[in-house]
């Protein structure tokens, strides 16, 4: 994180959420983690991500797993 906030980006978004929820795509380790109990589904971050590049006002912020789950929301109530 530190790098990247050299780079001179005009805006940075952290994502940070935890483990991943691959669903179909997911490997025979995370298969094992109990599916749909662990993880943040991956299209929820992309939603997130989405909505960041477009609301975040500051210059460098990031994001817990709590955070991108309410920002997916937002992403489907006010940009869809």
């Known amino acids: ?4 906030q050299t780079l001179g980006f005009e805006r940075i978004a952290f994502m940070r ?3 991943l929820d691959r669903g179909k795509d997911a490997g025979w380790t995370e298969k094992l983690m ?5 993880g943040t589904k991956v299209e929820k971050i992309a939603k ?3 909505w960041a590049s477009i609301q975040q006002t ?3 912020k990031g994001y817990s797993t709590k955070e991108i789950k309410m920002n ?7 940009i869809r």
């Open 72 to 78: 997916s929301v937002k992403f489907d109530n006010e």
């Open 34 to 38: 109990l599916p749909g109990i662990f």
């Open 1 to 4: 994180e530190n790098l990247v």
């Open 17 to 19: 959420p935890g483990f």
């Open 48 to 50: 997130a991500m989405v």
């Open 58 to 60: 500051e210059a460098v």
